[in-house]
């Protein structure tokens, strides 16, 4: 999920140790694709076990962010958000996760400043919500979050935004500015992640089909042609660079907006959440999470 930024109910693909596996089906998904490849893992096919450990409870991930105040990686995850020291503030002792605020399975997520979230997903025991939450916000760093729209109405798989825009997937592509009032957008595009410019101008999506990109803010999408087949996708803040992940683990970077992209490194096992800044990439993968300071070529804890 980018930084500093950052579905009516379908299926909810949670990338798993199995690449991409649909965990809760809504709808019907086309078959074929990159759906189809689920089971593909990078390396030699054996789960990751690089990066920092997360506890067995969060289940599946479908969110990462880094604060930009904190340094803190965000973790969004079904049992709730949980809080990796910043690597930048590292200690002798272990890297230790620690959840944060109520239990919500928290779907779609994006941050957008310091200590203020944005997500999707259901509440859990805990949580006085209705189910799905609609597009919830929190600003005290997870503590607490309260609703800003769509409330018992739309389940947010996907979210990304840029500086005034927010971008989201609920079994519709649509986009809000002020967080209540929604446009729909390109009813052709089925998206399980995205990621927005600063401008909002363009739009890239993951797709069943592979990546494709709006250059219109979402109204109209493309395909890419020749691009790798992209699970995650993330913008990094202040540029046109773009990073994905696919689904054997490759990472891939695009310097021109999505337009092209090149192959950077590999992360094994099956991803479920990338992040992007200028000074790192952060790969969820069987609930590990890596993170790589050379553009993808590799990958550790921290």
Avoid: K
């Amino acid at each position: 999920m980018r930084n500093g930024e950052r579905t009516h109910t379908r299926t909810l693909t949670a990338l798993t140790a199995a690449g991409l596996l649909a965990v809760t089906t809504a709808c019907a998904e086309p078959e074929g694709g990159v759906r189809a490849q689920a089971g593909a893992r990078g390396g030699d096919g054996a789960p990751n076990s690089l990066g920092v450990a997360l506890p067995e409870e969060t289940g599946h991930v479908h969110g990462v962010g880094v604060d930009p105040g904190s340094g803190e990686v965000l973790v969004a995850s079904h049992s709730g958000l949980y809080t990796v020291p910043a690597p930048e503030r590292r200690t002798r002792e272990a890297t230790v996760p620690a959840r944060v605020g109520p239990v919500i399975d928290l779907m779609g997520f994006t941050v957008r400043g310091p200590g203020h979230y944005l997500a999707g997903g259901h509440p859990g025991g805990d949580t006085d919500m209705p189910d799905p939450v609609g597009l919830i916000e929190t600003r005290d760093g997870g503590r607490s979050w309260e609703s800003l729209s769509l409330a018992g109405e739309s389940d947010f798989h996907a979210l990304a935004a840029g500086d005034d825009l927010v971008v989201g997937f609920d079994g519709a592509l649509r986009a809000t500015g002020d967080g209540t009032v929604w446009t729909d957008l390109d009813p052709e595009v089925a998206a399980f992640d995205l990621a927005v410019s600063d401008d909002g101008g363009t739009v890239v999506a993951a797709t069943d089909r592979g990546p494709v990109r709006s250059t219109d803010g979402g109204a109209g999408f493309e395909a890419v042609a020749e691009a790798p087949p992209l699970a995650l996708v993330d913008w990094v803040p202040g540029g046109e660079t773009v990073f994905g992940v696919a689904v054997d683990g490759g990472v891939h970077r695009s310097e021109n907006a999505g337009a092209t992209w090149e192959r950077t490194g590999e992360l094994p096992g099956g991803p479920e959440a990338l992040h992007a800044d200028e000074d790192q990439v952060i790969v969820v993968a069987d609930r590990h999470v890596a993170r790589s300071t050379d553009l993808g070529a590799t990958f550790d804890a921290w």
